[in-house]
């Protein structure tokens, strides 16, 4: 593939043709503001933060969706530049609630980060402003339209990732929201509640209803782990506090999955710390159950097993394997199905 070799901030980069300026940027270290944009998503080049001045250009553009060129000269960090971001982060705040100390995304929210760094207190503009109730109906999480900034970010992933085009940009001008076909409830739409509209979003406009004010971002231990539901083997990350999961997240950085997630990945860890979890095998002795250890367990369900076995047959014997479970796992089941009991008898929870 043919290179480029483009001036950004008086450092020469080599990128690949094609590439646009934001990711010649990174590619440098030269850290450049932006919203909308996200490595794995079509650019939609929305928010317009991103704005670097190239010479030769009389406009600021885009350096998400601006193509990078031979010998360009790029500035990210000019005057112009500087006071065209400042206005674009006043204007989203000019109508954003003003709630960051109870807001469940303070800390983690993109629009306060830029807005810290830019030194950005109140907005210069005042004017009408949204005031949208709040969606909760969905078991899952909750959408504050009042804190949207129409980045499309959630909008792209249910269409390129999830593929189930549940919501979209919908009305014009001051009145644009994301929302489902004809403004529904997402209970009347094809969404499946994976949760990776949550996990793109900038703001507060998406948040768990899980851990709803149980917890900061920072006060939490993120630890890394594999989700138990099915032998796929995706990589969830645990939010822990006090010794107890608050919320499952997870990292685009980390797993084969990239950080997407499935509704039982993500929203389904409620079992753990369920009353009704079994901690230790339990064994029947006079009609009912008792603790006992992992030999004897095991001793009791070879022996049983044994004797079906020896009294009716291997055919008499059954086995369930689990899409919790491994390919690997499973296999051995299957082959102790075939080979130590003698039987076909072999099925799959998720088969049907």
Known sequence: MSQVTLGIDDREVVVEQGATILEAARRAGIAIPHLCYRED?????????????????????ASCAFPAGDKMVVRTNTERVRNARRQVIELLLSDHPRDCMTCEK???????????????????????????????ANPFFVRDYNKCI?????????????????????????????????????????????????????????????????????????????????????????????????????????????????????????????????????????????????????DRAATGLAKVKEEYGPDAVGFLVSAKCTNEENYLLQKIARSAIGTNNVDHCARL
Not at 41 to 61: D, F, P, Y
Not at 110 to 125: D, H, M, N, Q, V
Request: include cysteine.
């Open 150 to 298: 129409l980045c499309a970010r959630c909008v792209t992933v249910c269409h390129e990732v999830q593929y189930c085009r549940a919501v979209d940009q919908a009305r014009r001008g001051f009145s644009t929201k994301v929302a489902a076909f004809g403004d529904r409830s997402m209970k009347e739409t094809p969404c499946v509640y994976c949760g990776n509209c949550v996990s793109v979003c900038p703001t507060g406009a998406l948040t768990e209803k899980a851990g709803r004010f149980e917890g900061r971002s920072w006060e939490m231990k993120q630890v890394p782990t594999i989700c138990s539901y099915c032998g796929v083997g995706c990589t969830i990350v645990l939010n822990v506090k006090e010794n107890r999961i608050v919320k499952v997240t997870s990292d685009k950085e980390k797993g084969m999955n990239k950080g997407w997630t499935c509704v039982k990945g993500r929203f389904g860890y409620d079992y753990v710390h369920s009353p009704d979890r079994l901690s230790t095998p339990l064994v029947r002795d006079n009609g009912g159950l008792r603790p006992a250890g992992w030999d004897e367990a095991l």
């Open 106 to 136: 303070s800390g983690a929210c993109t629009l306060e980060r830029y807005a810290y760094e830019f030194g950005i207190r109140k907005s210069r503009f005042e004017g009408e402003r949204h005031d949208y109730p709040l969606r909760d």
């Open 41 to 61: 998503l079509t650019v939609t080049a929305g928010c317009r933060l991103c704005v670097v001045e190239v010479e030769g250009s009389r406009s600021l553009v």
